[in-house]
Every structure is written in C-alpha cells, then in structure tokens.
C-alpha cells in the first residue's frame, strides 16, 4: 500500500465548501481499493488569509507543497485583496507554484456529459476534447516585465522559446496518443491553434510544433488560426481531439469551452510539469455564492480524479486509474439521471447533495 502525500488548499469564497465534498468523494474511494491511501495535508492560503495576516501563503506551506506527491486547489482570490501596486493576491499562490515547480502544462479536458443543458443547439455528436495550455510563457510572461511610458504607452513582450514550445508540443502529442483518438472517428489528432499568419511569434511556435509532429507519424497534424478556432469550438467541437496553444490564446479559448460544457462548475482543470502536479477546478472562488451550499463541486471532484490518473500514470498504479475512471462514471451517472444537480445547471440541489449523490453512484458502481 502506498501513501500519497496530498497538499490541500481549499482557498477562498466557494473554495472550501468544494474542496469539502472533493475529499469526502476520494476519502471514501480508498477504502475500495489496497493499493493506494491518501494522506491529506490542509493549509490555509489565499486572498482571506492575506486580508487577515498580509501573507498570502506562508514559505513553508509552499515547502510543504513542494514535497507533497500532489496538490488540490479549491479557488483561491478576492477581487479586494489586492498587493499596493493593485496586482490581485492570487498570484502569490498560483504562479508561485506553477512557476518554482514548472507546472507547464495547462490541461483543460472540454467534455459534455449526457443530461447536461449545454448552450450550443445541437450537440449530437458530443463533444470531448481537451485543451492544452502553455503555462510560463507566452504573453503572460510578460506580466511584471512589461512597460509603461510616461503613462502614455505600454507594452507587452510575447516569449516563444523552443524549449517551453517542444515541452507543450510534446506532452499534447502524448495525450493524444493517450486518449487514443476523438469520439466520432477514433481518430487522434492534435490542433496547433496559433496567429502564425500575423505574428512572428506564432509562426514560431507553429515552427517548432511541425518539428515536433515529425515524430508522431500516426497523429494527424491539424492547425488552426485563433480567430476561427473560436467560431469552431461553438460549431463544430466534435471535430477535436488535443488543442495546444500559447498561454494567453489557450486561456481565452478554455473559458469559451467551458461555456460549450454547461459552465465553469463542470469544468476541471490540471497544471502539470515533470515532477509536480496541481489540480483545481477551472473557475474561481465566486464569492457571491459563497457559504450558501449551492456552489457547484462537479469541476473540483472531476479535478480530483485527474490528479489520481496522474498519480496512476506516474506511479503505474492500475487502480489509481481505475479509481479516477470510477469517480468519472459517477458523476456522468448523477448528471445523466438529472435528479441531484446545482442552481448553475438548473437543479436546485445543494453542493453537500451532490458529493453524496456521487458517493450513493460510486457505491453502486463499485
Ligand atoms: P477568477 O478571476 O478567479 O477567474 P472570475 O471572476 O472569473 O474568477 P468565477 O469565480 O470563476 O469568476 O465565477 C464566474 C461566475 O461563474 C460567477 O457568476 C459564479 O457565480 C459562477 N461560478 C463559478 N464557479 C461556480 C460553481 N462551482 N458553481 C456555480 N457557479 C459558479
Ligand atoms: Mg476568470
């Protein structure tokens, strides 16, 4: 039996209720399987915890971090807690992390599941793709290092490296082999989403991603300019496997598909690098809706299950993987059946309901 060290930092706003029900799902299916057992380390960090103490996270709750075999994030930030020179807190965790454990790889897996009201008016042949983010550089590497004159003018510089771009190219390619072909066709196809007919930069990074591509013959190479892959993404979604983009253009691109999938509760996300990993769900801490057992926890459990795939995979532990498909399957049960669902979904249950509704299908599944 292995123990994985879990770092826990449930955040801000709807962060902890989230987190809560996240930890019920995975503390419950360990008991099922003899392989593996969490050890869960929780820590205070975020905008509440900077508004109280003026530290956002502690060294050695970073450290802790650091040593941990994964982290789980609930949401972490305030629109108020915000350093003097009006940067957001946020920042002090997440790129904290993402940047001193080379967190590279922004995964946003796009799925509809069956019984969900998605916005898009026919979605017959499904939809489930995941986006693949650059995460350290792109045009948001710029954002201490940028400039401003005399309040007059400002720029950005966008960074393209070769290393950051094959890192990207490579780790999309894998998923695609991986995921072993889109839904429709069973076909494995990795899309290059970039401005390569404008900006040097993308041309660039479209440059090294043909480089990279050479090496998976059996993947179909596909690219699209960011403008259109918008439009597609809201027309023609099926026809997508694996995305890889630039930081800034990945980001945009995954709000509007979590939009495409019934809305940010639903969608998980994971940072990944060589030898960490993060996992959190995809929106923030809506502080709006905090407190009142109607946040929707579907994004954060889907996210939990990614970190015991990614566990799986590393540690080539079959019932971790088997784990993670479980708590997949329960929550397409549970949206399938359409009886337990939040307020953003159009249900009325509450966020406690919903992880014991996963609990009650994880039961019947296992
Ligand atoms: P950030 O700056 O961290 O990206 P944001 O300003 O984009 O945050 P979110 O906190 O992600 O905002 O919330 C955006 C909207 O989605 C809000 O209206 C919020 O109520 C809703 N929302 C976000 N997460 C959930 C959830 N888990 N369940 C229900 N509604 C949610
Ligand atoms: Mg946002």
Redesign the pocket.
């Known amino acids: 039996m292995k123990q994985y060290k879990i770092a826990v930092l449930p955040g801000d ?2 962060g902890n209720e ?1 987190t809560i029900e996240t930890l019920k799902i995975l503390k419950y299916i360990q008991t099922y399987y003899s392989s593996f057992q969490f050890e869960f380390q929780i820590f205070d960090a975020g905008a509440e915890r900077f508004l109280k103490t003026g530290v956002t996270m502690p060294e050695d709750t970073f450290n802790h971090c650091k040593a941990a075999d994964a982290i789980l994030m609930g ?3 305030l ?1 108020e807690a915000r350093h003097p020179d009006g940067r ?1 807190v ?1 920042g002090d965790v997440i790129f904290r992390l993402r940047f001193d454990l080379d967190l590279y790889a922004g995964i946003r897996p796009v799925k509809l599941f069956e019984g969900v009201p998605g916005p898009l008016r026919d979605t017959s042949k499904g939809i489930d793709y995941v986006v693949v983010r650059e995460n350290i550089e792109g045009l948001y590497a710029s954002r201490a290092g940028g400039c401003n004159v005399r309040d007059e003018l400002a720029t950005d510089t966008i960074i393209i490296t070769r290393t950051g771009t094959t890192k990207i190219v490579e780790y999309a390619f894998k998923l695609a082999q991986k995921r072993n072909g889109r839904p429709i066709d069973g076909k494995s196809m990795v899309t290059c989403v970039d401005k390569a007919n404008v900006l040097s930069s993308y041309a660039y990074f479209r440059k090294v991603y043909d480089e990279v591509a050479q090496k998976y013959p059996h993947i179909a190479k596909d690219y699209a300019y960011v403008d259109a892959m918008a439009l597609y993404q809201v027309m023609s979604p099926h026809n997508y496997d694996v995305l890889v983009a630039e930081n800034m253009f990945a980001d945009i691109l995954s ?1 509007l598909s979590s939009a495409t999938i019934g ?3 639903l969608a998980p996300s994971a940072d990944i690098g060589d030898n960490h990993g993060l996992f959190q ?9 905090a407190g009142k057992n ?7 459990i889907l996210s939990g299950a990614m970190m015991l795939d990614w566990l799986g995979e590393r540690h080539g532990d079959a019932e971790l993987l088997q784990a993670a498909k479980s708590i997949e399957q329960a929550i397409s049960n549970v949206l399938n059946e359409g009886v337990c669902l ?4 159009g249900g009325s249950a509450g ?1 406690n309901q919903v992880g014991d509704a996963v609990i009650e299908s994880l039961h019947q599944i296992l």
């Open positions: 706003g709807i989230i949401a972490i930030g629109f957001e946020n709000d809305g940010l509760g769900p995809a929106h923030g801490s809506a502080p709006t809706i109607i946040a929707n926890p579907i994004a954060t939040t307020v953003d979904i966020t």
